[in-house]
């Protein structure tokens, strides 16, 4: 009699004990599958927002390349311009019969490019690109007349540099805007040129010259406003300077 008593006790805590581990396992199982199930889903998104990063980076470049270049000129081909950008990278580009070439917004020829200058390349949307216009900056010098020798203009622009303006029969002069003359660049005139780099460094080939008459009533603020637009207009182009032409 005893001795069933415990086999009883005994039997039915086997039994809770068997019933507990069937829920806790059916908990288990329960828990595993809504974990697979959310990882399936997460990582379904997480596809998905991948899928949509890369599109995105994919269709911003699905505009095709880009239709325009800017540099400095380090190399000239027969059919080919090299330019080197800000960042050193050089990189050639293909020239053609049609290609158009212009000194700002001057009609030009492909005689006129030389290492060192600046330049702004338009080129075809279509792939292997072509360069279908040049544009050349042009270099801006301004200062104090310091001489006239010939068709050599000597300048003293800012802290003191000196400046060669080389003119020719071609180059235009204007005093404030009306026409004018060599004769009128005399020592002391303050003046301004647009042109291309010369054949030496700071120096340069005068498509225009601009006397400014305002200068011969004080040479003291001529002489200063002459040093601050030469730093900024016309030694801000200096970096093709140095190089000259061929």
């Known amino acids: ?36 199930a959310f990882g399936t889903a997460g990582v379904a998104l997480a596809g998905q927002g991948s899928h949509s990063r890369d599109h995105s980076n994919i269709s911003s470049h699905d505009h095709g390349p880009w239709n325009d270049a800017r540099g400095t000129v380090s190399d000239l081909g027969l059919n080919s311009i090299t330019l080197t950008d800000r960042h050193g ?10 290609t158009a070439y212009f000194e700002g917004t001057t009609a030009g020829f492909v005689g006129e490019l030389a ?92 498509n225009s010259v601009n006397i400014d008459v ?3 009533h004080g040479s003291d603020h001529g002489h200063h406003h002459g040093h601050h637009h030469a730093h900024d207009q016309g030694l801000g182009h200096g970096k093709g300077l140095g190089h000259g032409r061929h």
């Open 1 to 36: 009699m005893y001795s069933s008593h415990p086999v009883g006790v005994l039997k039915g805590q086997i039994m809770f004990t068997s019933k507990s581990s069937r829920v806790v396992q059916g908990a288990v199982a329960s828990a595993v599958c809504l974990a697979l």
């Open 115 to 206: 290492k060192g200058e600046q330049v702004n390349l338009e080129l075809t949307s279509t792939s292997p690109q072509t360069v279908t216009k040049v544009t050349i900056d042009l270099v801006r010098y301004f200062g104090q007349v310091s001489s006239v020798v010939g068709n050599v203009i000597t300048i003293t622009a800012f802290h003191n540099t000196t400046l060669t303006v080389n003119v020719s029969g071609t180059t235009a002069y204007t005093s404030d805007g009306a026409p004018s003359s060599l004769i009128a660049v005399i020592a002391g005139a303050r003046i301004s040129a647009v042109g291309l780099p010369g054949s030496t460094a700071d120096s340069l080939n005068a």
């Open 89 to 98: 990278t050089s990189t050639t580009y293909t020239t053609t019969g049609t």
């Open 214 to 216: 305002a200068s011969n």
